[in-house]
């Protein structure tokens, strides 16, 4: 059973770390909500500790070794009572977790199956099974701190993506450009296109 890796981080993907310990490289499967508050993790030359959670997907022909990531034993624990729910395996929990998880310890504390149901993967049934479920067991949960998380917002329209890309063409840093289309977008909602958004944003920045 592996519960701990340390290692050098030399891939990150969407949802997994290449982490290289002693010239052997594992991939380690990590929960969104988790991944988001890496980058914070990761220390000097690029290392890393997880705390792992490691079983075997079991399939006719093989059976395949699992690694998934945490940043300590407490979100490994939270993990555990999320799966522990029928029909929620670590595949789907992998998904689910997208949301940071004082958030969805406190929506099951609250019976919240709105919340529960916005998570990838997760329906109006099995929101009220996992409430069923946990409710009342993951009060300890919400205490977690997630400061770190940060969610970035992707622009969702093809107006904003051309306003994003003109703003780093003049030299803008990618994520400040996405954050001042972001707020533009909000401000002026109305803006039918490119060059709307863009004067509301040139707007907006000649104020301060």
């Not at 981080?9 to 997994?16: D, G, I, P």
């Not at 500790?49 to 690694?67: A, C, D, G, R, W």
């Not at 450009?177 to 977008?185: D, G, H, L, T, Y």
């Amino acid at each position: 059973m592996i519960v701990q890796i340390s290692g050098k981080v030399v891939r990150q993907n969407t949802n997994s770390l290449f982490i290289d310990v002693a010239g052997i490289c594992y991939e380690v499967l990590v929960p969104t909500a988790i991944m988001h508050k890496i980058a914070k993790s990761v220390g000097s030359e690029g290392m890393l500790t997880l705390t792992t959670y490691h079983y075997h997907n079991v399939e006719p022909s093989k059976s395949i070794p699992i690694l998934i990531g945490f940043l300590n034993d407490i979100e490994k624990d939270f993990f555990q009572q999320f799966i522990s729910v029928s029909g929620i395996g670590p595949r789907a929990a992998l998904r689910a977790l997208a949301m940071p998880f004082s958030a969805i310890a406190k929506a099951i504390d609250q019976g919240d199956t709105n919340f529960l149901k916005s998570l990838p993967g997760i329906g109006q049934q099995r929101a009220r099974e996992i409430v069923a479920k946990l409710q009342g067991k993951v009060g300890k949960f919400g205490l977690i701190k997630d400061e770190g998380f940060e969610r970035e917002h992707e622009p969702v329209s093809d107006i904003e993506l051309e306003a994003v890309e003109v703003l780093v063409q003049l030299q803008y840093k990618r994520q400040e450009a996405k954050e001042m289309v972001r707020q533009a977008k909000e401000r002026s909602p109305q803006a039918s296109n490119t060059e709307d958004l863009l004067n509301e944003v040139y707007k907006h920045k000649v104020k301060k």
